[in-house]
């Protein structure tokens, strides 16, 4: 995305001068035009100089659905927009999204419409969102249309929280176990040493091994801390071009049980996406475009654009999903379905429903398959470091016995 300083002029005639935020030139006129101003200079900024510094400004998930149902109740009891907009702005306490419906305000003051008064904002108000409204515009069922955004996002950042949830389990998990063993092998370990110097019998082979790597954490702990790090540099490098990307992400998909459940988010992200804006009568290719977007996976985001371009010649919507292995039968049976029956939508909704509901499932056996899993790799892992220590126990007590 880059910035574009423009100076236009409005209906009136007054004139207008700002920046945009858009992916191109002919994005940036689309935009202008639709706030109903005729654009004659148009520039693009220097994309280094004028990239948005955020600074940690964004506004919570939770404030933000919170914004949208309270909204959505006070159009629908028929308070105006633009008196909505102000009782929130004075209510809310987060002072980014303050700020920014006091900008909102304003610009509907000045008649400039409500999905351009926000897409001012992209950082607050998502791509999503704002063609939502302009649907909702176009068809007089802004009430109607916000309340359906409260829920998509309610049901978004649930299948969010889940999903963090269910991930988060192993890694703590996985920390601890190695935060046992580092201590155990840096800490507790060389209590033991010189017992064993002094002991007049060679050690077992384990317990010599089990010595020596304790011996070379403590000498050689910051090779262990430079590995990970170029670890690091090396996943970031190789995230950073696009076949690298495109190839960690087939990775994520192929991942035994968390593949499956990864593929699971993604597919219920999809369908939601897609049923919400076309229950809004928002066109299908701008259902796809925005829908590729908040995919965040490359292979699933390529086969979406293959299935924008099957569509705009006119071809089915199912044709690429079918030839491609992310994408199960049943959603590209539904979907093929949908599109003969034209109730594509709402095929769309009932596919969203099931991988909402397999996700809940594949959460909690992901959970009772990982528990007992992870209990016993690391009862084995603090095993055998004990185990190490009590072998020369057993020797010494044999040659005591001799």
Excluded at 21 to 45: S, T, Y
Excluded at 110 to 117: N, Q
Excluded at 122 to 143: Q, W
Excluded at 252 to 271: C, D, E, H, N, W
Aim: proline share 3%; aromatic share 10%; glycine share 4%.
């Amino acid at each position: 995305m880059a910035y574009y300083q423009y100076a236009a002029r409005d209906m009136l005639g007054k004139l207008k001068r700002g920046k945009v935020q858009a992916e191109n030139r002919q994005d940036a006129l689309d935009k202008l035009q639709r706030q109903q101003l005729i654009v004659f200079e148009l520039r693009e900024l220097n994309r280094i100089l004028h990239k948005e510094l955020s600074f940690g400004k964004r506004v919570k998930k939770k404030e933000f659905i919170i914004f949208l149902r309270q909204l959505s109740t006070l159009i629908e009891a028929g308070v105006p927009l633009v008196e909505a907009t102000g009782l929130l702005q004075e209510q809310t306490k987060d002072k980014f999204l303050k700020d920014t419906l006091k900008n909102v305000r304003t610009d509907l003051i000045e008649g400039i419409r409500f999905s351009d008064a926000v897409e001012k904002h992209p950082k607050i108000f998502p791509e999503l969102f704002v063609n939502m409204i302009r649907a909702g515009e176009a068809s007089g069922e802004l009430d109607d249309v916000l309340n359906k955004m409260a829920v998509y996002y309610e049901k978004q950042y649930d299948m969010r929280q889940k999903v963090i949830t269910a991930l988060s389990y192993p890694v703590l998990v996985a920390l601890v176990a190695l935060s046992i063993c580092i201590a155990l092998l840096v800490i507790i370990f060389p209590q033991f040493t010189g017992m064993f110097a002094s002991m007049d019998a060679e050690l077992p082979a384990y317990t010599a091994f089990i010595l020596l790597l304790s011996e070379g954490m403590q000498k050689y702990w910051y090779l262990g801390v430079l590995c990970l790090l170029l670890f690091v540099v090396f996943y970031r490098v190789i995230i950073s071009q696009p076949k690298g990307k495109l190839f960690m992400d087939s990775i994520k998909l192929k991942i035994p049980v968390f593949g499956s459940f990864y593929q699971k988010a993604i597919l219920a992200r999809m369908t939601r996406t897609m049923s919400s804006l076309l229950e809004s009568s928002v066109p299908i290719l701008d259902a796809l475009r925005i829908s590729s977007r908040i995919l965040q996976n490359n292979v699933m985001d390529k086969v979406m654009k293959d299935c924008y371009e099957t569509v705009e010649k006119g071809d089915s919507l199912a044709g690429p999903m079918e030839a491609h292995w992310a994408f199960p039968p049943m959603i590209t049976q539904m979907i093929r379905v949908g599109e003969k029956t034209g109730s594509l939508d709402s095929l769309l909704d009932r596919a969203a429903n099931f991988y909402e509901q397999e996700l809940d499932y594949a959460a909690e056996r992901l959970k009772s398959l990982l528990e007992p899993v992870l209990i016993l790799v690391l009862s084995i892992m603090v095993g055998s470091i004990v185990t190490a220590v009590i072998l020369p126990m057993f020797s010494l007590y044999e040659n005591l016995q001799y």
